[in-house]
C-alpha cells in the first residue's frame, strides 16, 4: 500500500487544469473523460493512489530499501498524455514516479521498459524530447492506439534515440518476445 501520489507530483506531469477537471467530474459521481476512459466516484483517488503506489514503489528502490519492486496498480497509466486520459489509463503512473524521483534527487537517468500489448504511447509523449528516460515499448503492431509505436518514431531534438518501438505482429508470443 501507498498513499496517494501528492497534488505536487501529479503537477510534475499532468497540468493543473486538468487535475481539477478530473477531480472536479470525479466529485459529481465520476463519467467519461478522454478517449475510452470511463470512471467512477472517488476515481481521481484511485487513480491518486495507483501512481502513489508505483511513485512509492520507485522510491524506495532507488533509496535501498528494497532490492526490488512491482507495483501491480489499477488503473494503468500508460496511455494517458499529460492533458488526454485514454485507454481506461487516468493518470501516468511511471512518469510521474520518475518525477517524483529526479525532484527528489534518487536519480538522473531512467529507462522504461513497457511490454503490454498497446502501445505505451502516453510514456512516450511525456518523455519524447528528453534525454534523461529511454523508453522502450514492446507492442503488437497496430493494436492501440491506431497509428502509433511506429519503428521510426525515436525521439525528438534532445530525445532523439531515446525512444524505441518494437512492433511485433498480431499473435507474437514468447518466443517472438525471447527473440
Known sequence: SAPMASPQDLARVHPVAFLEKFKQMSDAGGGLIGLNT?????????????????????????????????ALSRPPGHHCLPD?????????????AIEHAIAQGLAKRFVVLDWDVHHGNGTETIFYERDDVLAISIHEDGNYPLNSGGIEMRGKGKGQGFNINIPLPAGAGDATYLD
Open 38 to 70: 470511463p470512471f467512477l466516484p472517488g476515481g481521481f483517488e484511485t487513480a491518486a493512489l495507483s501512481a502513489g503506489l508505483a511513485t512509492r514503489a520507485l522510491a524506495k528502490v532507488l533509496r535501498g530499501e528494497l532490492a526490488n519492486a512491482y
Open 84 to 96: 488526454y486520459p485514454m485507454g481506461f489509463c487516468l493518470l501516468a503512473n511511471i512518469p510521474i
